[in-house]
């Protein structure tokens, strides 16, 4: 008997088989057994678990259905698929740029979707995750020269106002770090989360500390302090004198050798910032810094102003563990907002861009030229 044939027999007898009693399932059960050649044992599970299927879940139906699922797996895949806790905090800023691409959604609706928890969007969006769901190679190379006068520090928990900043370099050298290519320079602010991101070339002293200066002209808030890994990249004399001689001096601090911990906070950006966008391809024409940067300067408006992040407040030791507690999740552009250390001419300006910014078309923008990138690179 073929397989087919076997589970149309199974579901003729599933429902005879539910309702008999001890004496009847003893009868169906040697009769099965006897056509489809099942050991006793398999087929009593298989017609236990076949029964089972029918049976409607325990507990109260859920007030999320298929409707809801549809408009979140849109705003989850164009926001790059945060996870439950960050995704709960950009529904609110997302919704209503869905409605504008998308139509507009009922009341009840919208007030189910603003309501929804983060564990029940992980159950709603567990289907989704499944259907849509390397670390690459170190470039670090310790620059010892200057060592002794830039200061080490491991944790930033006394940071409270924008300024202070976490860089780092990630190697677009595919499979090999020999030999001329383009390397990604990433800002983080520690208080805010605000993130910015410039292609050099081959990270040279010079060429880094152009990048920096470009990327400090388009911060909303002032450079105050500068902290990085020990890379000779970020330990020159170039960097050195751009801090140190200027009017208002910069802090510039590092980490301790082969602790990652110590720049955790841009350290969480190569791949979100860097490796989302372009991969772990090798890219070694110079000509394609340009185009990378417009990408970057699209990527750096749709995550500062539409991507909530969490943020560390807490980290204490009981016993063998660590527990940690964050604060609810915000956009950077948000944290900005509730500062009392942005001017408020600063922040007129970022809720000018803000309100001029459509989410789904920044991101098919980004698309586009990441699209674009990419062919070229094949």
Not at 39 to 50: D, E, P, S, V, Y
Request: glycine share 6%; proline share 4%.
């Amino acid at each position: 008997m073929v397989q087919k044939t076997k589970r149309e027999y199974v579901e003729a007898i599933r429902s005879r088989y539910k309702k008999a009693g001890l004496e009847g399932k003893q009868r169906i059960l040697d009769e099965f057994c006897a056509v489809c050649g099942y050991h006793r044992k398999h087929a009593i599970r298989l017609l236990n678990r076949l029964a089972a299927v029918q049976k409607r879940k325990p507990g109260r139906p859920s007030e999320y259905g298929e409707s809801e699922r549809k408009v979140l797996e849109v705003i989850w895949l164009t926001a790059n698929r945060p996870c439950s806790i960050r995704f709960k905090a950009a529904i609110v800023v997302w919704l209503p740029y869905y409605e504008m691409e998308h139509g507009r959604v009922s009341d009840d609706q919208r007030k189910r979707l603003l309501r929804i928890s983060a564990r029940s969007l992980d159950r709603l969006m567990k289907p989704v995750r499944r259907l849509h769901g390397t670390r690459g190679r170190c470039g670090t190379r310790p620059g010892s020269l200057l060592k002794n006068q830039i200061p080490i520090k491991t944790d930033h928990a006394d940071v409270n106002k924008p300024g202070v900043m976490e860089a780092d370099t990630v190697a677009h050298c595919g499979n090999s770090l020999d030999g001329s290519f383009v390397w990604s320079l990433t800002l983080t602010d520690i208080f805010s989360g605000w993130t910015e991101n410039r292609a050099v070339w081959n990270k040279g002293y010079e060429g880094v500390r152009q990048a920096i200066s470009d990327i400090e002209q388009k911060l909303p808030f002032a450079l105050t302090g500068f902290h990085s890994d020990n890379g000779g990249e970020f330990l020159n004399h170039h960097l050195i004198r751009y801090f140190h001689e200027r009017n208002m001096p910069v802090d510039y601090s590092r980490g301790r050798p082969y602790h990652k911990n110590d720049t955790a906070h841009v350290e969480q950006k190569n791949y979100t910032h860097v490796r989302l966008l372009l991969g772990y391809q090798r890219i070694e024409n110079e000509d394609r810094i340009p185009t990378i940067n417009q990408l970057y300067e699209a990527w750096a408006l749709f995550n500062n102003f539409f991507s909530p992040t969490l943020k560390l407040i807490e980290k204490k030791k009981v016993g063998s563990k660590y527990i940690k507690k964050y604060d609810a999740p915000q956009t950077p552009y948000q944290r900005l907002m509730s500062s009392a250390d942005v001017f408020e001419p600063v922040k007129t300006w970022l809720t000018e861009i803000f309100c001029n910014i459509n989410p789904f078309a920044l991101k098919r923008q980004i698309d586009f030229k990441q699209n674009k990138i990419l062919k070229d690179l094949r």
